[in-house]
């Protein structure tokens, strides 16, 4: 399965490492990010700059990768339906595994949720899914305390403070109201 091609954006070589416990590097980056990264309501575009500060160290069973990743993610308020366009930073931690130190095991099956080396590279991509994912809230507001569009007229309500609509009132209730205020009086 070493499918990963080491020209790829978020492929990372390993090698410089020489599989020494302890040596390390740091590594920033930046790479388009790829397509439907995000969740429903809020994604990374496709294509835009995802900037990484990245530190991989080489450990006994594989390589430590540790780091950061800024993007902007683009969305609309669940509330009151207003774009959002923000900045995120989310951090990870991973660690990857030689490929070959898992013979003795019993499984291979690929749903096994340790990562893998693969001829040393490393793809980031599934890593940054994750932490994208984890990091996004499910119900985007524009600003936290949002009141939303009017459920009468749609208005949004931040645009608008203090707007109301006057109660609508059935007239017949309102002459009964008449009514009895003026028996109270008598
Ligand atoms: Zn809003
Ligand atoms: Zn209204």
Do not use: N
């Amino acid at each position: 399965m070493s499918s990963l091609d080491p020209r790829a954006p978020l492929v990372l070589d390993t090698r410089e490492l020489g599989r020494r416990p302890g040596s390390q590097r740091e590594v920033s980056l930046t790479a388009p990010a790829p397509a439907d990264l995000g969740i429903e309501v809020l994604t990374v575009t496709e294509g835009s700059q995802i900037d990484f500060d990245l530190r991989l160290e080489a450990v006994m069973e594989g390589v430590l990768v540790t780091g950061t990743a800024q993007a902007v993610v683009d969305g609309e308020c669940a509330r009151c339906l207003e774009p959002i366009h923000e900045d995120i930073e989310v951090t990870f931690q991973e660690l990857f595994v030689y490929e070959d130190r898992r013979h003795d095991e019993q499984d291979d099956s690929e749903d096994d949720e340790t990562s893998r080396l693969e001829d040393d590279l490393v793809d980031l991509e599934p890593l940054l899914r994750d932490a994208v994912v984890l990091a996004l809230p499910f119900q985007p507001l524009c600003q936290p305390d949002c009141p939303g569009l009017c459920p009468e007229c749609g208005v949004r309500l931040i645009d608008e403070p203090g707007h109301t609509h006057e109660a609508a009132v059935d007239p017949r209730w309102a002459a009964l109201g008449k009514l009895s205020t003026d028996e109270d009086q008598t």
